[in-house]
């Protein structure tokens, strides 16, 4: 059986983080508000009531963070760029204070030997823009696209590969559809639009991108889908939920196309926002390099009451996280190799952009954070990509999420996903075992493959 250690040559090892969950300082230097000040300044919205106005004080302590990181030997920090801090309404010129502080970020990152990969959309979305209707509007495509040329004009000269958007299948649900995410839209199968529109400000945006000699990626979330039982009812259930959740984000950037959606009553123009010429934009040329988020697999039954073609089942006798979710290490060599299976060579290479645990973890009264869970679950899942890679899926990265404990969305900071625990009270930062673990894998991993 292969094993982490014999992931390939060349393989880069990184971690993970997101502006609005780490950064703070929400109202400096002319940062606008974003979707998520808003809405976790809802009550009810957030668990309690927590917000990410100060969270790790990562806009003060990147100096900090980055010596952490510098630590760790890692050769990718997968960031992300907050729309509001360039542009603090969503348009107009770009705010020469937000520009500089990603811009100092950068070269000190370069000079720690990290290459910065940034997201430039992780759901903070200028408020301004959901005044007009956020993703629901197409517009708001076509403004991604002007802030993507502002970040690319100022930091392409230093950083060669991009991602676009973060998990656009994640905020179109839990934000559109649900609601349990900002912007708290409760629209159901009417929040479709704001899949299709965050796909052609991905395509826009990849033209800029791509105009700039730059590389472009994208990070999915992404799930292995695995019907319930073998009767055909959950089998045509899996497919359904395997076309909203996987190939809408797939199908349409590598294959030019959407999915088959007729078991949720929609027609191939997703109830008429897709103009024609879209799709041609969305895919262009391709992608060079498809970043993967992966947690777990999903199992699903046939619908038991009206509504969607589909139910959710639980996968029984795993282990879970803190957060209550399943532990399949294989799911990760499942996807990929179902990916590899059903795009061919239109599938580009694969760097996982996401992956880790919450632990419920403790600093000892000796000053250590052991999370043997964490450890586990990252050893089990970097084994299970080197199996993929042994069965000839290209995997080129991991970036682990994450490098800090930080603000886990609509769970506030109760989940830590963390390579390093923060203390909120005191932003005391405390590598955890876990880091300890990942150094030591980084540097063995690199002392006996050469480069
Ligand atoms: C998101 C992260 C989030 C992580 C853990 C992903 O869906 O991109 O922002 O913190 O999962 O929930």
């Known amino acids: 059986m292969p094993n982490r250690l014999d992931l390939p040559a060349g393989f ?56 952490l990181m510098q630590d ?30 990603y811009d100092r970020l950068v070269d000190a990152l370069l000079a720690a030997g990290i290459t910065p990969l940034p997201t430039l959309f992780h759901w903070d979305l200028p408020q301004a823009l959901e005044d007009d209707g956020g993703w629901l509007n197409r517009d708001t495509a076509y403004r991604f696209a002007e802030y993507t040329a502002a970040v690319a004009d100022r930091l392409g000269d230093r950083v060669p590969a991009w991602i676009t958007l973060n998990e656009p299948f994640v905020h179109m649900v839990y934000g559109y559809a ?14 479709l639009p704001a899949a299709h ?24 979330n992404l799930t292995p889908v695995r019907p319930a039982t073998d009767d055909p009812a959950d089998a045509a259930a899996a497919t359904a939920y395997d076309a909203l959740h996987n190939r809408l984000f797939t199908d349409s ?35 060079d390099a498809l970043g993967v988020n992966y947690y777990n697999p999903t199992r699903i039954a046939a619908p038991t009451e009206p509504g969607l073609p589909f139910t959710e089942a639980e996968i029984e006798d795993v282990p879970r996280t ?76 991991y970036c682990t999420w994450s490098l800090l404990d930080n603000y886990e969305w609509a769970e506030g900071f109760s989940q830590r996903f963390g390579l390093v625990h923060v203390d909120f009270a005191t932003q005391k930062r405390t590598p955890k075992a876990s880091y300890g673990w990942y150094r030591d894998l980084i540097a063995t991993h690199r002392s006996q493959i050469p480069r």
């Open 12 to 67: 880069r090892w990184g971690v993970s983080t997101a502006a609005y969950q780490i950064e703070g300082a929400v109202d400096e230097d002319g940062r606008g508000p974003s979707i998520w000040d808003v809405f976790a300044a809802r009550p009810g919205t957030v668990r309690d009531g927590d917000t990410g106005a100060v969270t790790c004080d990562h806009y003060h302590r990147w100096p900090e963070d980055v010596a």
């Open 72 to 101: 760790l030997g890692i050769d990718t920090y997968r960031l992300s760029v907050a729309w509001p801090r360039i542009q603090p309404h969503g348009t107009g010129p770009a705010n020469p204070a937000g520009l500089a502080f």
């Open 178 to 191: 649900l609601g349990i995410h900002a912007p708290g839209r409760t629209l159901m199968l009417d929040a």
């Open 197 to 220: 529109h965050q796909l052609l400000g991905h395509g826009l945006a990849a033209a800029v991108l791509r105009e700039r000699g730059l590389d472009v990626m994208i990070a999915n």
């Open 253 to 287: 950037i590598l294959l030019g196309r959407y999915p088959d959606l007729s078991a949720y009553g929609m027609t191939e123009d997703l109830g008429g926002c897709v103009r024609p010429g879209d799709l041609a934009l969305i895919a262009g040329p391709g992608l």
């Open 322 to 397: 803190a957060f209550g979710w399943p532990v399949v290490p294989d799911g990760l060599r499942e996807l990929l190799v179902g990916l590899r299976d059903r795009y061919g060579a239109t599938l580009p290479p694969i760097t996982i952009t996401e992956n880790g645990c919450s632990v419920a973890d403790e600093v000892h009264p000796d000053g250590t954070v052991p999370d043997p869970d964490r450890i586990t679950y990252l050893a089990g899942h970097l084994d299970a990509l080197a199996a993929a890679a042994a069965e000839g899926v290209d995997v080129r990265g």
